[in-house]
């Protein structure tokens, strides 16, 4: 799959992508600093899944709908790598096939998904 890391996710999480065989773009590795929509721009143009911790993604998907490829939101208590990892591994092996075209909010122990609505 192909994905783009924002830069608050981090590089660790990138580099286990990788490590998984999937096609990554880090934006801590090229391209620290990008704006929120710059980089949801650049995951579309790309045709790339976001992954996040930053809710402000949210508010641009739903909101002031903007386009997206598909959308991993992590909302964690444990903000360390190594749960970043363990979550997305998860929900890797139960949801990779639903990944694109959905915005996915994640917990330690929940996941909520929404379909992107058609939009004109």
């Given at each position: ?46 045709n790339r899944i976001l992954i996040t911790n ?22 964690l208590e444990d903000e360390r790598a190594a ?10 092996e139960k949801y990779e096939n639903s990944l ?21």
């Open positions: 799959m192909r994905f783009l890391v924002d830069e608050c996710t981090g590089p660790a999480v990138a580099r286990w992508l990788v490590q998984q065989h999937h096609d990554v773009v880090s934006v801590f590795d090229e391209m620290r600093g990008a704006d929120d929509k710059e980089v949801i721009r650049i995951a579309c143009e790309q930053d809710k402000d993604f949210g508010e641009l998907v739903f909101k002031n709908k903007k386009q997206h490829k598909g959308l991993i939101l992590l909302r749960n970043k990892i363990a979550v997305l591994k998860n929900v890797l694109p075209g959905h915005f996915f909010v994640v917990t330690e122990t929940t996941v909520r998904i929404r379909s992107i609505e058609k939009r004109k």
